[in-house]
């Protein structure tokens, strides 16, 4: 199981600089990848874009970027220079967002979800692979030509919780992001499901991204108490609120991996047994001195790199 980090709400540099010094260290230390979540920040397309012409060998990849924010044709050219700035080390995550967000910040009806992100990703496809579309569907249509000279590869990966966007995810990505999902339902839902999909249709077997966060601490109390500050919200969203209780938990928090390192590291392995191909740690950090809170754990993951 390849092991990433993921920089979102709780874990990101506050500037564009720093967020840049993160991927540069991250691969330094030898995580296989470094993953952003695209909220109401900076661009994390342009950061990424950036980060990649100040690395070598790391994955850079959005966790997710919501697709109400871009027409599709957008998004092509947008991952299509990520890439070929990137070499090839460029994964593009795509996400429908959430009702409250589409509809509270954006302006937006949140309508027909899946419908949306299959014409959206059809488009996509068409437009990074062949390089031309035609395409009218229910929600979007699209008629148009790059004329760029080369169409580098681009990984596509879905933030797929509900069955029929892993149906789509399996047979239409090359995999995709989870969030608030512990291994049971990985092991027993997403992982059966998305694989099916893909096995349907001949294709290999997809990519399962599990983005956790995690705390390296010897007060679990202490860290459990840090984590409902930091991501108790996410269990009022509906679709997250699903997983949680498919899990059979009551709090967002309890997704959380808090404890010292050998029990994290027992915890990580879980998600490798239940079918997860990467893991992507959301470091926070717990007790009062936070900078070596952030240092423990993180030497810790960069540790484990190959070894899971």
Known sequence: MKIGLFIGGAGSAGTLHGQISQIVEAEKAGFDSLWAAHIMDIDVMTMLSMAAEQTTRIEIGTAVT???????????QQALTVQK???????LGLGVNH?????????????????????YLNIVHSLTREGNVDYEGEIFSANTQFTMSSLPEIPILLAALGPRMLNTAGELADGTITWMTGTETLRQYVVPT?????????????????AVPLSITDDRDSGFEQADKYFGG????PSYRAMLDREGVESSAEMALIGNEKEVEAMLK???YAGATDIAVQIFPTGREADSSLNRSMEFLSGLVGKL
């Open 66 to 76: 919501p697709t109400f924010l871009r027409h599709p044709i957008a998004m092509a």
């Open 85 to 91: 700035v990137a070499n090839g080390r460029f994964t």
């Open 99 to 119: 009702k409250p967000v589409v509809e509270g910040r954006l302006g937006m009806k949140f309508h027909r979800p899946w419908r949306h992100m299959f014409e």
């Open 194 to 210: 998305i694989n099916d999909a893909a096995l349907k249709i001949g294709k290999k077997k997809p990519r399962i991204v599990a």
């Open 234 to 237: 996410y269990g009022q969203l």
């Open 270 to 272: 879980d998600y490798s």
